[in-house]
């Protein structure tokens, strides 16, 4: 057993809705890791729910802390570049929530530095551990829909009046697409690898927005066609999934539990976590219909395979160079709907030679 000496201490950078509600409860609760400090400006707000951590308001201090090893940045988008830069500098290993930073030339100068200071970066992609992901990744790999031949991935929720947040408002790294389009992305690249090129619209759609609300991406797999979609005004809710091949669809609706049971305050280790009511439905090429149980989700997996990493030297959860190919995603979305016209990922053959 990891005693309290032993154990990885962790500086957690920034206590929004990622830090609060992801971060600080996963690390508190993964054995062998220690949140020993937190740099936010909302030091009564954090103080109050960690009473026995550090809280610092200047992030730079908590990274040049000596006694941190791991720094989690869970600030705002465009702050995740020099503040991972400062903090491999200082020799910290790293881990960046997601999008990993907003351009893409960002993330192969942080992967760079890693490199130099011989650090372990690695990307909050979460998402790899929701239960319908799970299990739509066995489905796939058992061969059960056959030859995969669509699949739509939406995003979406239901919220009419625009918030007072830089998610929200017209900076670098905002809008619905740095937001929720990391998720998507992410997990088609799992299933699928990179795609041929990526076809994109984003539209402001609320009143008094400011960046895009809604977007449709579309990758281009040759006989396999994926569309992801993410918007701020859908109520009620269309499949979160649905699969479809040459054997068979399977269809999705709701999302993974674990966001809502983090915020609700249950922790990891509870008779419930992980467990999704909504299972998906099954329709066979024989005509028959099944609801299989889904497997339950696993965000903790995460920050124990960044424990087993550093203390153990197994392989990295979410390695740098698969974030990178996400960004590259993002940025081939981002021009497609400035240009209108379909485009490639702007990846060096080594880079692509990393998916072999």
């Given at each position: 057993?990891?005693?309290?000496?032993?154990?990885?201490?962790?500086?957690?950078?920034?206590?929004?809705?990622?830090?609060?509600?992801?971060?600080?409860?996963?690390?508190?609760?993964?054995?062998?890791?220690?949140?020993?400090?937190?740099?936010?400006?909302?030091?009564?707000?954090?103080?109050?729910?960690?009473?026995?951590?550090?809280?610092?308001?200047?992030?730079?201090?908590?990274?040049?802390?000596?006694?941190?090893?791991?720094?989690?940045?869970?600030?705002?988008?465009?702050?995740?570049?020099?503040?991972?830069?400062?903090?491999?500098?200082?020799?910290?290993?790293?881990?960046?929530?997601?999008?990993?930073?907003?351009?893409?030339?960002?993330?192969?100068?942080?992967?760079?530095?890693?490199?130099?200071?011989?650090?372990?970066?690695?990307?909050?992609?979460?998402?790899?551990?929701?239960?319908?992901?799970?299990?739509?990744?066995?489905?796939?790999?058992?061969?059960?829909?056959?030859?995969?031949?669509?699949?739509?991935?939406?995003?979406?929720?239901?919220?009419?009046?625009?918030?007072?947040?830089?998610?929200?408002?017209?900076?670098?790294?905002?809008?619905?697409?740095?937001?929720?389009?990391?998720?998507l992305v992410d997990q088609?690249?799992?299933?699928?690898?990179?795609?041929?090129?990526?076809?994109?619209?984003?539209?402001?759609?609320?009143?008094?927005?400011?960046?895009?609300?809604?977007?449709?991406?579309?990758l281009d797999y040759g006989?396999?066609?994926?569309?992801?979609r993410a918007s701020m005004?859908?109520?009620?809710?269309?499949?979160?999934?649905?699969?479809?091949?040459?054997?068979?669809?399977?269809?999705?609706?709701?999302?993974?539990?674990?966001?809502?049971?983090?915020?609700?305050?249950?922790?990891?280790?509870?008779?419930?976590?992980?467990?999704?009511?909504?299972?998906?439905?099954?329709?066979?090429?024989?005509?028959?219909?099944?609801?299989?149980?889904?497997?339950?989700?696993?965000?903790?997996?995460?920050?124990?395979?960044?424990?087993?990493?550093?203390?153990?030297?197994?392989?990295?959860?979410?390695?740098?160079?698969?974030?990178?190919?996400?960004?590259?995603?993002?940025?081939?979305?981002?021009?497609?709907?400035?240009?209108?016209?379909?485009?490639?990922?702007?990846?060096?053959?080594?880079?692509?030679?990393?998916?072999?």
């Amino acid at each position: 057993m990891t005693t309290p000496a032993q154990a990885v201490p962790v500086a957690l950078i920034g206590y929004g809705n990622a830090g609060k509600t992801f971060h600080a409860p996963l690390i508190a609760t993964t054995p062998g890791l220690r949140l020993a400090c937190i740099a936010s400006s909302q030091g009564q707000a954090v103080a109050a729910d960690w009473p026995d951590t550090r809280v610092v308001a200047d992030p730079l201090a908590a990274i040049h802390a000596p006694d941190i090893e791991l720094v989690v940045i869970a600030s705002p988008n465009d702050t995740h570049a020099p503040l991972a830069a400062a903090a491999l500098t200082a020799g910290k290993h790293v881990v960046v929530d997601k999008p990993f930073t907003v351009e893409l030339a960002e993330a192969r100068e942080l992967i760079r530095l890693a490199e130099q200071h011989g650090r372990l970066l690695s990307v909050f992609h979460n998402r790899r551990w929701d239960a319908d992901f799970l299990a739509l990744r066995a489905l796939l790999a058992d061969g059960r829909l056959g030859r995969p031949t669509q699949l739509e991935s939406r995003f979406e929720r239901f919220r009419p009046e625009v918030r007072a947040r830089w998610r929200e408002q017209a900076v670098a790294g905002g809008g619905v697409w740095y937001d929720l389009g990391p998720h998507l992305v992410d997990q088609t690249l799992q299933l699928f690898g990179l795609p041929d090129s990526v076809s994109a619209r984003f539209a402001i759609q609320r009143d008094g927005a400011e960046t895009d609300d809604w977007a449709q991406v579309d990758l281009d797999y040759g006989q396999l066609q994926v569309t992801l979609r993410a918007s701020m005004l859908v109520a009620g809710g269309m499949p979160r999934f649905a699969a479809h091949g040459t054997a068979g669809s399977w269809v999705k609706y709701g999302l993974d539990c674990q966001e809502d049971q983090l915020k609700a305050g249950l922790r990891p280790g509870a008779p419930d976590w992980g467990l999704d009511p909504q299972a998906p439905t099954v329709y066979a090429a024989d005509g028959s219909i099944s609801t299989p149980p889904l497997p339950r989700g696993d965000y903790p997996a995460y920050y124990t395979a960044i424990h087993a990493a550093l203390r153990e030297g197994t392989p990295n959860p979410v390695p740098a160079h698969e974030a990178l190919a996400v960004m590259a995603v993002i940025d081939a979305a981002r021009r497609s709907a400035s240009s209108g016209q379909r485009t490639g990922l702007e990846l060096t053959e080594q880079e692509r030679a990393s998916w072999n």
